[in-house]
């Protein structure tokens, strides 16, 4: 089973179908017990930074995503999701993540060239420059779908893709277990599907 995490933001709807659509067990969550007995958690997540982080950590289950990480439990930062799993972002002023992968998060507009528009919305193709086990059936070139104003940054160990928009932006990171996707396999057609499909493999082979 495969828990996505409802701790009032993020597109469960879209999500749920997704897996639905690929034959995977998922649930909508905000249960402590339900992350613990799911073979994979995926935090999803949409709009600002700080009111993100604070309303996981007022749903009590930030601790709970951090020990579960920690221990071993495959999970999947989508989109602000990923964001929050870094150390800290500078949306709106400094506010702490989770601390689960190294580096930051700071305004695509500090490295794009002007006239890009902000936020970057669409399609763009991924330029793997690592192998991770969730593009295991994905392509160099793919195209997947963003929505996003910041990306992350002082993370090189961990960035798997880029996208390049004016600048290579991070699109995809992993630090052991964790996984990080900056665009919405949800919304990436058959692509996200793919890689959606590795995920839940990746915890039931837990």
Same mark, same amino acid.
């Given at each position: ?29 905000? +249960?402590? +017990? ?114 996003? +104003? ?37 919304? +990436? ?18």
């Amino acid at each position: 089973m495969v828990a996505i995490i409802d701790y009032g933001v993020g597109n469960l709807f879209s999500l749920k179908s997704s897996f639905s659509a690929i034959g995977a067990d998922a649930v909508v969550t905000s +249960s402590k +017990s339900e992350l613990e007995r799911a073979e994979s958690i995926i935090l999803p997540g949409v709009g600002a930074f700080c009111d993100a982080a604070k309303k996981l950590k007022d749903s009590g289950l930030e601790d709970t995503v951090i020990s579960l990480a920690k221990a071993g439990k495959p999970l999947m930062g989508i989109c602000l999701g990923m964001q929050l799993l870094f150390e800290k972002s500078y949306e709106y002023g400094e506010h702490r993540g989770l601390g689960l992968i190294k580096g930051e998060i700071r305004p695509i507009e500090t490295v794009i060239p002007k006239g890009y528009k902000i936020p970057h919305i669409g399609w763009n193709s991924l330029e793997i420059k690592k192998q991770t086990p969730i593009f295991e059936n994905v392509k160099n070139g793919e195209y997947v779908y963003f929505v996003h +104003s910041y990306y992350a940054a002082d993370c090189e160990s961990s960035v798997t893709a880029v996208s390049d928009y004016g600048a290579p932006l991070t699109a995809s990171v992993q630090a052991g277990n964790i996984f990080g996707c900056q665009f919405h396999p949800e919304k +990436s057609g058959e692509t996200g599907l793919k890689i959606l499909r590795s995920f839940v493999a990746l915890g039931e082979e837990k």
